[in-house]
């Protein structure tokens, strides 16, 4: 169980380090704050509770197995990435809109970042196979549901560790540059690459 761990744990760490729309999200917060960062990263840890759920559950199959559901899902995902990138790019981080530049800590600015960070994650539905065909090669066939949950903890444990660590990198750039021409342009190019992973998804 021990060797089977750490190859999990290896595959998970080079696969949560790849940049994608949650590491793009993720720095895109840590622009406003670091506790804006941490509600995203809740956000993105309670969409992957309910990925392990439906694999686990058996649900997932039949998600997979039904086209229209799937691709439903994978194109309403797709337009919500799309809109995410979108007001990023527009807005940057210097104009005051809806709730996204309240003080810091503010309590709805706090809960919009963690809707959204669920969100970003919910809108790839390409992660349900992919826990879907990573989690049966670790698990053993008497203990089905305890090791998925047992490397689900592992998976998420490494998101946590992983994305608050994109955001501290982040916090520090954007304090750096403070009140610099470069903060919106990051924050913008930031935006740019969530639609390009949108296309992504909508193409399958």
């Known amino acids: 169980m021990l060797e089977l761990t750490l190859q999990f ?23 406003f704050s670091f506790r804006n960062a941490l509600a995203g990263i809740l956000g993105l840890l309670t969409s992957n509770i309910i990925w392990i759920s439906l694999v686990a559950t058996g649900l997932g199959l039949v998600l997979t197995q039904t086209p229209v559901i ?47 960070g669920m969100f970003t994650s919910l ?18 066939p008497e203990f089905f549901i305890h090791d998925i949950f047992y490397f689900g903890a592992i998976k998420m444990l490494c998101l946590a560790v992983v ?4 955001a501290l990198m982040g916090r520090r750039v ?3 540059l403070g009140e610099s021409p470069w903060t919106n342009t990051i924050s913008r190019v930031l935006g ?6 949108a296309i992504a998804v909508a193409r399958g």
């Open 70 to 116: 799937f691709n439903g899902l994978r194109y309403i995902g797709a337009a919500y990435l799309v809109y995410l990138g979108y007001k990023i790019i527009r807005y940057g981080i210097g104009k005051p809109h809806a709730d996204e530049n309240t003080q810091v800590g503010n309590y709805k600015s706090n809960g919009s970042s963690y809707r959204r």
């Open 174 to 176: 954007f304090n750096y």
């Open 192 to 197: 740019g690459g969530i639609i390009v992973a």
């Open 123 to 140: 809108s790839n539905p390409k992660a349900l196979l992919f826990f879907m065909a990573l989690f049966p090669q670790f698990t053993r």
């Open 9 to 31: 744990l290896a595959i998970t760490l080079f696969l949560e380090v790849t940049p994608g729309p949650a590491v793009l999200f993720v720095l895109y917060q840590s622009a």
């Open 163 to 166: 994305m608050t660590s994109y």
